[in-house]
């Protein structure tokens, strides 16, 4: 019975992690521009040329999503501090592009270099801001990709989201709880 239960919550906690981002997935440009820029890096004559741009694509722009749910506190953000974050990844990887082409592996070490300083300066970028307690202009909310404008820190969050696809979320989330109420219900009459 008891793996009946996980078995029944699994799609409740998979519902909770859909559509959970990070500050660097929240700009689909920013996400366009590194892709182009890693596959401008790469030579086209590079066996696994595509899986391996695909893997280090993956890697480098789910890395603030790692960071900053690996403590809740470091959610928040100011837009400013994002776009500088963005700006000094970019200027990364053109210095890279100017270097001269020494191998696969010396680029994958080249790139773990540049992700594991990333992954330090959104550290300390999100703890540095968490500690703030005033800050002007929008602030960004590294895990739903909303703006939270500064008159909206009155204790609690204001949204600026699409209506619609907060509506969708909600009737979402309403049906999977129906379905998993209707399955556990068959589950205890029989």
């Known amino acids: 019975m008891g793996d009946l239960w996980l078995l029944?919550?699994?799609?409740?906690?998979?519902?909770?992690?859909?559509?959970?981002?990070?500050?660097?997935?929240?700009?689909?440009?920013?996400?366009?521009?590194?892709?182009?820029v890693l596959t401008n890096l790469v030579p086209s004559e590079v066996p696994g040329r595509n899986q391996l741009l695909e893997r280090q694509f993956k890697e480098t722009i789910h890395l603030s999503?790692?960071?900053?749910?690996?403590?809740?506190?470091l959610r928040v953000l100011a837009v400013?501090?994002?776009?500088?974050?963005?700006?000094w990844l970019k200027n990364e990887f053109y210095r890279l592009g100017n270097e001269t082409w020494k191998g696969v592996f010396i680029f994958q070490g080249k790139l773990l270099e540049i992700r594991q300083?990333?992954?330090?300066?959104?550290?300390?970028?999100?703890?540095?801001?968490?500690?703030?307690?005033?800050?002007?202009?929008?602030?960004?909310?590294?895990?739903?990709?909303?703006?939270?404008?500064?008159?909206?820190?009155?204790g609690e969050y204001c949204r600026e989201e699409d209506p619609r696809k907060a509506e969708q979320r909600e009737i979402?989330?309403?049906?999977?709880?129906?379905?998993e109420a209707g399955i556990l219900a068959?589950?205890?009459?029989l």
């Open 117 to 154: 300083k990333l992954e330090s300066e959104v550290k300390e970028t999100l703890t540095a801001f968490s500690e703030v307690v005033v800050t002007e202009g929008p602030v960004l909310d590294c895990w739903t990709c909303l703006r939270i404008t500064t008159r909206c820190f009155r």
């Open 8 to 36: 029944l919550l699994l799609p409740l906690s998979l519902e909770a992690l859909h559509g959970v981002k990070g500050c660097l997935e929240c700009d689909p440009k920013f996400i366009e521009d590194i892709r182009t």
């Open 186 to 189: 068959s589950a205890v009459l």
């Open 80 to 87: 400013q501090k994002v776009v500088k974050l963005r700006t």
């Open 65 to 73: 999503s790692k960071v900053s749910h690996g403590n809740k506190m």
């Open 172 to 179: 979402t989330l309403f049906l999977v709880l129906l379905a």
